[in-house]
């Protein structure tokens, strides 16, 4: 059975930096594009960033230049450095692993931006 386990959230003052993790596990098949979500309160689910097998990312316009992925494809994790962090990053995040046609997603971890 196919586990998304995501870690490193937390809560962090403004112009911080945080580093969330997210291991996959359990499949009996190669995994394609890993990637970050975030969902505010209120708010719908948005994508953070995603990284394909072959390293190629992607990133939304309000993390570009301040978020990087990153992928360690013998570990199936993937990695989220968070710099320069603004209050309105506060959100839960969560991972997602798309394996054949299916995408599975782990629990969230909150990340909260505050002085």
């Known amino acids: 059975q196919v586990q998304v386990v995501e870690s490193g959230g937390g809560l962090v003052q403004p112009g911080g930096s945080l580093r969330l993790s997210c291991a996959a596990s359990g499949s009996d098949f190669s995994i394609n594009t890993m990637g970050w979500y975030r969902q505010a309160p209120g708010k719908q689910r948005e994508l953070v960033a995603h990284i394909t097998s072959s390293g190629v990312t992607n990133y939304s316009d309000s993390v570009k230049g301040r978020f990087t992925i990153s992928r360690d494809n013998a570990k199936n994790t993937i990695y989220l450095q968070m710099n320069s962090l603004k209050p309105e990053d506060t959100a839960v995040y969560y991972c997602?692993?798309?394996?054949?046609?299916?995408?599975?997603w782990g629990q969230g971890t909150q990340v909260t931006v505050s002085s």
């Open positions: 997602s692993a798309r394996i054949r046609w299916y995408t599975y």
